[in-house]
């Protein structure tokens, strides 16, 4: 069973979502973030995405409070990201109650650090975040293009002990416009062992049977429930 992982951005400790990672397309969807995480945990949803957009910004980890909050007052699972650009800040990302890390642009930009992280941690704790755009990995808020293609990217830290992906196809990511499936399946085909999160793109509760038939390990949902396209009611009923 596909995990289902709702996503919650942060911008002043506020929900928000952006569109295409464009900080000037930004929806402010809730004042309070533990509030809406609560209402992921009683629709039966045990997972959590935190993205802490305030920290990819200025590359250090901003909303900590907000993470120690919904850790310590929910039951949730939750993978924080945005921000964790050393061995300092990935500390307090554990110690404020994230289950996981995810780390993007660092894994491109400063390898070392990054493959010591899998080293200290293990490839439980540490995922890859793995965007691209054209198969190529984008970075950086996807401000940045690279010419490296995400197999490549990929299959090199699967030896260094990943285990987990997060990969969005930032061309689909809150648009709307449905996941990035054959992305996954490649990606799926080539590394059979790998937890493939898939991101950006679900636009209807019929995206996310679809990854799930596909055996996808779990599906990150943002905007889609935000607006209303995929109810709780209908993650509730998935969930049971």
Same mark, same amino acid.
């Given at each position: 069973?596909?995990?289902?992982?709702? !996503?919650?951005?942060?911008?002043?400790?506020?929900?928000?979502?952006?569109?295409?990672?464009?900080?000037?397309?930004?929806?402010?969807?809730?004042?309070?973030?533990?509030?809406?995480?609560?209402?992921?945990?009683?629709?039966?949803?045990?997972?959590?995405?935190?993205?802490?957009?305030?920290?990819?910004?200025?590359?250090?980890?901003?909303?900590?409070?907000?993470?120690?909050?919904?850790?310590?007052?929910?039951?949730?699972?939750?993978?924080?990201? *945005? *921000? =964790?650009?050393?061995?300092?800040?990935?500390?307090?990302?554990?110690?404020?109650?994230?289950?996981?890390?995810? *780390?993007?642009?660092?894994?491109?930009?400063?390898?070392?650090?990054?493959?010591?992280?899998?080293?200290?941690?293990?490839?439980?704790?540490?995922?890859?975040?793995?965007? !691209?755009?054209?198969?190529?990995?984008?970075?950086?808020?996807?401000?940045?293009?690279?010419?490296?293609?995400?197999?490549?990217?990929?299959?090199?830290?699967?030896?260094?002990? !990943?285990?987990?992906?997060?990969?969005?196809?930032?061309?689909?990511?809150?648009?709307?416009?449905?996941?990035?499936?054959?992305?996954?399946?490649?990606?799926?085909?080539?590394?059979?062992?790998?937890?493939?999160?898939?991101? *950006?793109?679900?636009?209807?509760?019929?995206?996310? =049977?679809?990854?799930?038939?596909?055996?996808?390990?779990? =599906?990150?949902?943002?905007?889609?429930?935000?607006?209303?396209?995929?109810?709780?009611?209908?993650?509730?009923?998935?969930?049971?």
């Amino acid at each position: 069973m596909i995990q289902i992982i709702p !996503a919650i951005d942060l911008i002043d400790g506020k929900c928000v979502r952006l569109t295409q990672g464009d900080y000037s397309q930004k929806t402010i969807y809730n004042e309070d973030p533990l509030e809406v995480a609560k209402s992921f945990e009683d629709a039966g949803i045990t997972r959590l995405h935190l993205v802490d957009l305030d920290g990819a910004k200025q590359k250090k980890i901003v909303n900590h409070k907000v993470l120690e909050r919904i850790a310590t007052k929910t039951d949730l699972h939750i993978d924080f990201g *945005g *921000g =964790v650009q050393s061995d300092e800040m990935i500390t307090v990302a554990f110690n404020s109650g994230a289950k996981q890390v995810t *780390g993007g642009s660092i894994a491109v930009k400063n390898p070392t650090l990054f493959e010591g992280w899998l080293k200290s941690y293990g490839g439980e704790k540490i995922i890859l975040g793995a965007d !691209a755009r054209d198969e190529k990995i984008a970075i950086s808020g996807w401000e940045e293009a690279t010419t490296a293609s995400v197999y490549d990217f990929v299959g090199g830290y699967i030896e260094k002990g !990943a285990k987990y992906t997060i990969s969005t196809d930032v061309a689909k990511d809150g648009l709307l416009q449905g996941p990035s499936f054959d992305l996954y399946k490649k990606m799926q085909d080539k590394f059979p062992d790998l937890h493939i999160i898939a991101s *950006g793109g679900v636009a209807v509760f019929d995206d996310i =049977v679809k990854l799930n038939e596909m055996n996808i390990f779990g =599906v990150i949902v943002g905007k889609a429930i935000y607006e209303g396209r995929v109810t709780l009611k209908q993650l509730a009923e998935f969930n049971r």
